[in-house]
């Protein structure tokens, strides 16, 4: 159960849109449509905001999107605002009722 | 309103044990199935465990099996985390969390956690 890997950080300007990406294997990422995305800001809890891919949550922004090829998932954040700065992290199903994490992504808005 | 809180985390000597709670409020408990998943301070999250609505099934993670059992008391609406054989790299935050109902394959709820420290 290797963790995904996520690059440990990415910034953009307000109002640009950004991209996290996630990288896993054919035992997780490229084997179910079931990856999620949460949002962690400092001292919360993670917080759910994309799943199966690409749903929203409800009362989770449009702004965020998500996309999925082959064994690489990815988060893009879109009109970019201060409020979005927090960690994030992907999340794939790997089978057998197990999952496995990515280590995490810094979003910075400049 | 959904609501998840931890309790029962401290600090523990290497070789100790704890036990964990997550008392759940806000939604039907025995409805949906519960995970735990640790986040040492400042890095990232690492799944740990997964229980059915019923208690019937539980999955762990390779780095805890053998010495992490999770259950739950759904009459309680409580989840918890036997922890023996501590080990300095248990040292983290614990959440638990509520495992989301289509296809049961992401967390839609999560606690605000309960630190674990295991020091000498």
């Known amino acids: 159960q290797s963790a995904l890997t996520q690059p440990a950080s990415v910034s953009g300007s307000p109002g640009q849109s950004i991209t996290i990406s996630c990288t896993g294997t054919?035992?997780?990422?490229?084997?179910?449509?079931?990856v999620s995305w949460y949002q962690q800001q400092p001292g919360r809890a993670p917080k759910l905001i994309l799943y199966h891919v690409n749903k929203w949550p409800s009362g989770v922004s449009s702004r965020f999107s998500g996309s999925k090829s082959g064994t690489t998932a990815s988060l893009t954040i879109s009109g970019l605002q201060a409020e979005d700065e927090a960690d994030y992290y992907c999340c794939s199903y790997s089978g057998s009722t197990t999952w496995v994490f990515g280590g995490g992504t810094k979003v910075t808005v400049v | 309103e959904v609501q998840l809180v931890e309790s029962g985390g401290g600090v523990v000597r290497p070789g100790g044990s704890l036990r964990l709670s997550c008392a759940a409020s806000g939604f039907i408990f025995d409805d949906y199935d519960m995970t735990w998943v640790r986040q040492v301070p400042g890095k990232g999250l690492e799944w740990l465990s997964h229980i059915n609505w019923n208690g019937g099934g539980t999955v762990y993670g390779d780095s805890v099996e053998g010495r992490f059992t999770i259950s739950r008391d759904n009459a309680k609406n409580s989840l918890y985390l036997q922890i023996h054989s501590l080990r300095a790299e248990d040292t983290a935050l614990y959440h638990c969390a509520r495992v989301g109902r289509e296809s049961g394959s992401y967390f839609d709820y999560w606690g605000q956690g309960t630190l674990v420290s295991v020091s000498s």
């Open positions: 054919s035992s997780d990422v490229g084997a179910y449509n079931y």
